[in-house]
């Protein structure tokens, strides 16, 4: 429901690496998440096109998102 919300910004729900695996990825796993967690988690992409200066606004756009589907109850 958040990655709907947000289709202009590069997000996904698994690893890069992996996304052809629904597997909970590894490397969180190694780090001490729970399955859930992992579930949870999503992955921002960053590349050579991207400025710090616009972190700030995705991250703005993702909390406004993420308030949204709460408010929805999912």
Same mark, same amino acid.
């Given at each position: 429901?958040?990655?709907? *919300?947000?289709? !202009?910004? +590069?997000i996904s729900s698994g690893a890069a690496c992996s996304s052809a695996? $629904?597997?909970p990825s590894h490397v969180l796993r190694a780090i001490g998440l729970s399955d859930d967690h992992i579930r949870g988690s999503l992955r921002i992409g960053l590349g *050579?096109?991207?400025?710090?200066?616009?972190? $700030? +606004? #995705? #991250?703005? *756009?993702?909390? +406004?998102?993420?308030? !949204? #589907? *709460?408010q929805l109850g999912h």
């Open positions: 429901a958040i990655i709907a *919300r947000i289709t !202009d910004i +590069a695996t $629904p597997e *050579r096109f991207n400025t710090a200066a616009q972190i $700030p +606004a #995705v #991250v703005e *756009r993702l909390a +406004a998102a993420i308030a !949204d #589907v *709460r």
